[in-house]
C-alpha cells in the first residue's frame, strides 16, 4: 500500500533551535509538496519540487526556512532557528501529475 | 491567480441526513478540482476529483460532487450521512496545466454530525 511517510510525527522544540522534516514521497511520483496547516491560515502551500527541481518556495519565509531534495525518496524542510509562530502541522504530499495529490499524516510543529 | 471560498466554517447535520458542502473556485481557465476530506491528526485524503467531461463526479464513501462553471461551483454531497462522515472538507483547485503548481485549497468546511 503505496503512501507518503512523514517523520516526525510530533515535535516540541524551544525557539530558537533547528528542526527539520523528513518527507518520503510514493515511489514513482515525480513531483513533491510542502504545505503548513494552521487554525487561522488553512492550509498554504510552502514549497514544491518537480523531478528533485525546485520549482517555487515564494510560500515560504526565506530567511528561516529551505526545503530540498537529496534524492527522490527524500524531501526535507528545515527551519533554523525556529520561533513560536512556527507552530503548525507540516505536510508533504506527492503527485505524477494531473493535479491529484496523496498526502502524509503530517508533522506537528510545537516550538515553545 | 486561483483561489477557492468555502462558505461555511461548520455544518452540523442530523445522521441520515442530506448533506451539501458549498465551493465556489476562482480560475481564470478551466480549473481541475478536488474534494479532500481531512480526519482528526490525519492527512488528507481524496474524495473525488472532476477534470473534464460529465459534470456529476462519483467518489468514495458516497459522496458526489457537481460541476458548474455558468456559477463557480462545485458542490460536495452525500443523500444519507453517517456517523463517521465527522470530519473537514476541503476543496481545491488546481490550474488544467498538470497540477505542476501545487493544489489551492479553501478554508475547509468542519461536519458536525448529530446522533
Known amino acids: 500500500d503505496a503512501r507518503v511517510t512523514q517523520t516526525p510525527r510530533h515535535k516540541v522544540t524551544e525557539m530558537g533551535q533547528e528542526v527539520t522534516m523528513r518527507c518520503q514521497p510514493i515511489?514513482?511520483?515525480?513531483?513533491v509538496f510542502w504545505y503548513r496547516q494552521t487554525m487561522m491560515q488553512g492550509l498554504e502551500l510552502l514549497a514544491y519540487?518537480?523531478?528533485?527541481?525546485?520549482?517555487?518556495d515564494s510560500g515560504m519565509p526565506k530567511d528561516r526556512f529551505s526545503a530540498e531534495m537529496p534524492d527522490a525518496t527524500l524531501a526535507t524542510l528545515k527551519i533554523q532557528p525556529s520561533e513560536p509562530r512556527d507552530s503548525a502541522v507540516y505536510f508533504c504530499?506527492?503527485?505524477?501529475?494531473?493535479?491529484?495529490?496523496?498526502f502524509g499524516e503530517g508533522s506537528r510543529l510545537t516550538v515553545l | 491567480a486561483q483561489s477557492v471560498t468555502q462558505p461555511d466554517i461548520h455544518i452540523t447535520v442530523s445522521e441520515g441526513a442530506s448533506l451539501e458542502l458549498r465551493c465556489n473556485y476562482s480560475y481564470g481557465a478551466t480549473p481541475y478540482l478536488f474534494w479532500y476530506v481531512q480526519s482528526p491528526g490525519q492527512g488528507l485524503q481524496l474524495l473525488l476529483k472532476?477534470?473534464?467531461?460529465?459534470?456529476l463526479v462519483q467518489g468514495i464513501k458516497g459522496f458526489e460532487a457537481e460541476f458548474k462553471r455558468s456559477q463557480s461551483s462545485f458542490n460536495l454531497r452525500k443523500p444519507s450521512v453517517h456517523w463517521s462522515d465527522a470530519a473537514e472538507y476541503f476543496c481545491a483547485v488546481v490550474g488544467s496545466g498538470g497540477g505542476a503548481d501545487g493544489l489551492t485549497f479553501g478554508k475547509g468546511t468542519h461536519l458536525i454530525i448529530q446522533p
Open positions: 515511489l514513482g511520483h515525480n513531483t
Open positions: 472532476y477534470f473534464s467531461g460529465d459534470t
Open positions: 504530499a506527492s503527485g505524477s501529475g494531473g493535479g491529484e495529490l496523496f
Open positions: 519540487f518537480r523531478n528533485r527541481a525546485p520549482l517555487d
